[in-house]
């Protein structure tokens, strides 16, 4: 969904051309953790529940839609007064740095997770077509030929369907969004817009960009939510609220644990195109305590570790779940369980490596 949008922790205190500081957005921060986990949380019940109706989160797949949304703001944010000096190709090297160590993590401990899951077979999947996915997997290529897998892009890494679309936003980004008016930009925004509906109203509802049968879905998703945020940013969109990160917390919640209808995909396009921005205003309008300001940013910097490592157990627990049939006694305490593993798990790869190898690469090739 993440995002990392999609999911990334770049709102960060930056220093102007004028000796100033820009704002840091702490509650964003926080707002992006907080969709991490309710992600993390409703991958684990989808995998033993299909029925999205029948889920108390069955609309988690839009924090997806967030993490886009909230990508584009912080491109602007980042980026828009000083890509033109850096160029091209210094920007997409400081975007590799920022995303792909967890690309590759998050894929080889896929890797690991399919040979080591004692409740899962592997059909027809010899060394020769696992190397290959594991290969495309590391590249970003897109490969769904795992039909036990519903045919996911990354069938070792299933949530990298979504760091797929974020890098060609980032790429369509240092190209040319980067200078757009914001008149352009907001006629495009309107385009992508119907665009959204026209994907919600064909597929029924706005899951989709996740498989190869529903490809196209996440580029309708990630055009409007990546450009909407953008406006956001450009158009200086700050709604100053006495709300805390709590309380902009719950109303984010909310969204995800919306009524389940099929064919609801009217209300799905008014979450995605009103609701979040409107989310992302106040976020960016909200102010915090010292207190909760470290709390948020401990939540987004383990966003994007929760979500490129979570869907590798994930694998392991729904074959689990499904033999034991553990939908019929509860989901909650083994679910509780689950995310809570995942955080803890999420922490030490952000400490142990994240962190440390982005800084690395930071200082061999952005010197």
């Not at 004028?18 to 993390?40: N, S, W």
Request: with cysteine; glycine share 12%.
């Amino acid at each position: 969904m993440p995002d990392e949008s999609v999911l990334e922790s770049e709102i960060a205190i930056k220093t102007s051309a004028k000796g100033g500081e820009k704002p840091h957005f702490a509650v964003l921060d926080g707002l992006r953790g907080v969709a991490a986990i309710c992600v993390v949380i409703f991958h684990f019940m989808e995998m033993v529940i299909w029925n999205y109706s029948k889920l108390w989160i069955g609309h988690g797949f839009l924090a997806v839609d967030f993490f886009f949304c909230l990508s584009g703001f912080v491109m602007g944010y980042a980026y828009d007064g000083r890509i033109g000096a850096m160029g091209l190709g210094k920007f997409l090297k400081t975007r590799l740095i920022r995303l792909h160590p967890m690309v590759i993590f998050g894929t080889l401990l896929g890797l690991i997770a399919f040979y080591a899951n004692p409740y899962g077979a592997t059909p027809g999947y010899g060394p020769g077509k696992v190397a290959l996915m594991t290969l495309l997997g590391l590249l970003m290529i897109p490969f769904g030929v795992m039909k036990e897998r519903s045919h996911n892009l990354f069938s070792l890494n299933a949530p990298a369907w979504s760091l797929f679309w974020e890098y060609v936003a980032n790429l369509l980004f240092g190209i040319g969004l980067y200078r757009m008016k914001r008149s352009v930009l907001a006629v495009l925004t309107l385009a992508a817009a119907v665009m959204l509906c026209w994907t919600g109203h064909h597929a029924g509802n706005l899951p989709g960009g996740w498989s190869s049968r529903n490809f196209w879905d996440g580029g309708a998703r990630v055009a409007f939510s990546f450009l909407a945020g953008l406006l956001v940013y450009r158009m200086g969109w700050r709604l100053r609220t006495r709300l805390g990160f709590g309380s902009l917390s719950v109303l984010l919640i909310l969204a995800f644990v919306m009524p389940y209808a099929k064919g609801g995909w009217v209300r799905e396009v008014a979450v995605i195109a009103i609701y979040f921005p409107l989310l992302l205003a106040l976020g960016a309008g909200a102010k915090i305590s010292p207190r909760a300001e470290k709390l948020c940013r401990l939540s987004g910097n383990l966003s994007y570790p929760l979500y490129m490592t979570h869907y590798s157990i994930i694998w392991i627990w729904g074959d689990y779940a499904e033999k034991h049939n553990l939908a019929a006694g509860g989901l909650g305490l083994p679910v509780t369980f689950g995310v809570l593993l995942m955080t803890a798990i999420a922490t030490i790869v952000m400490l142990a490596y994240d962190e440390p190898v982005r800084a690395y690469l930071r200082r061999r090739f952005l010197r």
